[in-house]
């Protein structure tokens, strides 16, 4: 019974670190790494956006040091422009 236990509890760690390996693996497809890197300039937009009454937020993507985002806002969809160093958002031309 004992060794049995172990099994079980030792697959349920193998487990767990695939599950840490997946979530690393979105991040850094997210252009940054798991660690912060480029990935926190997602967050502070995402963030940013919400502040702002953003909605339906999706895209995000690089364009140089700026992150391109579609969103709603007041009820129209749009593309916006984030500067997560200056935290501007404007429209996208």
């Known amino acids: 019974m004992r060794r049995i236990t172990t099994i079980v509890l030792g697959a349920a760690f193998v487990a767990a670190g ?3 390996a997946v979530a690393a693996e979105s991040a850094e ?3 940054g ?6 990935g ?3 967050t502070k937009a995402l963030n940013l956006l919400e502040a702002n009454n953003y909605v339906k937020i999706g895209d995000l993507h690089r364009q140089g040091g ?3 985002a579609r969103a709603t806002h ?3 969809q ?3 422009v984030v500067d997560p160093g200056t ?3 404007t429209p996208k031309a």
């Open 18 to 20: 695939m599950g840490t």
């Open 29 to 31: 497809s997210y252009g």
């Open 74 to 76: 007041d009820g129209m």
């Open 87 to 89: 935290r501007r958002i």
């Open 33 to 38: 790494s798991a660690m912060g890197g480029h």
């Open 78 to 80: 749009v593309t916006v």
């Open 40 to 42: 926190s300039d997602y």
């Open 66 to 68: 700026d992150i391109v």
